[in-house]
């Protein structure tokens, strides 16, 4: 089905990586069965993140280095709708825009490049930059050595087998969205290895009551943004910019939401999990945010 517009252009801010570029044109090729008349043209910006490849995420500035740029040129009138992987954008939008359309959501999971687990021998090396993955990953094999991560996803999917590092962690919807798959030694399940916030899903950003934003609005997949909705309520319920290795997936079943969450708790050095369900993303976001102990929030 396609809407009637007249032939303009819409504007779609995203960095410059590979995989930024890929998300970006494919919300082109969505739009463009919508708005055969519309032409699509990327807006390359350099944020924070891309700048500085070499200091540790956790060091880094927290939440939003990645599209703290893009989310500006929005405002400025540079582009007319910011296309993020949603797992890199801040729990709160800013003020001026909002989180439009959340057009598809890949497999969330987690997986290994380089080795399985159970190919890693003991004590071998891993990297990720994700607090969260090196906490998850510890539960499940203390003895490994676990070191940052950092750099575009070429740099980093070529270290398994160099530098001394035998595997890496990464998410199985970057790697399906580069063609590269095939690279996948092992895939987490998500029901245990619970991803971050937002993974695997695309966020549209656009400013306030802008019409043309509002274009974007139909490729929206509900039950996702609702579940994004949800997962970023409880990121948001513990603080912006919270670095504590925390993560949350939620999934739609039936005529219900299902938030699972799992958080570390800092003081007594335990992984702590909960489930919740309800149909209010919002409220099942703080909710479930509500049932770690303060310990687990950093408190």
């Not at 969450?261 to 992984?271: C, D, G, K, R, Y």
Request: proline share 6%; with cysteine.
């Amino acid at each position: 089905m396609s809407h009637t517009t007249s032939a303009r252009t819409l504007r779609l801010a995203t960095r410059g990586s590979p995989l930024a570029i890929a998300q970006a044109d494919r919300v082109a090729s969505q739009l463009r069965h919508v708005y055969p008349e519309m032409v699509f043209e990327n807006v390359i910006i350099s944020t924070t993140g891309d700048q500085d490849t070499t200091t540790p995420l956790s060091q880094s500035g927290g939440q939003g280095i990645f599209v703290k740029e893009i989310q500006l040129a929005l405002l400025n009138g540079e582009a007319d709708v910011a296309v993020h992987s949603a797992k890199d954008l801040p729990s709160l939008p800013p003020k001026g825009l909002e989180l439009i359309s959340v057009p598809e959501r890949l497999d969330p999971a987690d997986v290994l490049v380089g080795r399985s687990l159970e190919g890693l021998a003991p004590g071998a090396c891993v990297a990720t930059g994700s607090p969260r993955r090196k906490v998850l990953l510890s539960t499940l094999r203390p003895d490994l050595n676990i070191v940052e991560l950092r750099g575009n996803m070429a740099t980093r999917l070529s270290l398994p087998g160099s530098k001394g590092v035998d595997a890496i962690v990464t998410a199985a919807a970057a790697l399906s969205r580069l063609g590269q798959e095939a690279l996948i030694a092992e895939r987490f399940d998500p029901l245990t290895f619970t991803p971050q916030v937002g993974q695997g899903a695309i966020g549209l950003e656009c400013r306030i009551g802008d019409p043309l934003g509002e274009l974007v609005r139909v490729i929206d997949d509900v039950h996702a943004h609702r579940c994004l909705d949800a997962e970023r309520s409880f990121l948001a319920t513990l603080g912006a910019g919270c670095m504590i290795p925390a993560g949350a997936w939620c999934v739609a079943e039936e005529n219900e939401l299902v938030l699972r969450a799992v958080m570390f708790n800092e003081q007594s050095h335990v992984l702590e999990r909960h489930e919740l369900r309800g149909n209010d993303p919002v409220a099942l976001g703080q909710g479930i945010a509500a049932l770690f102990s303060k310990g687990a929030r950093g408190q």
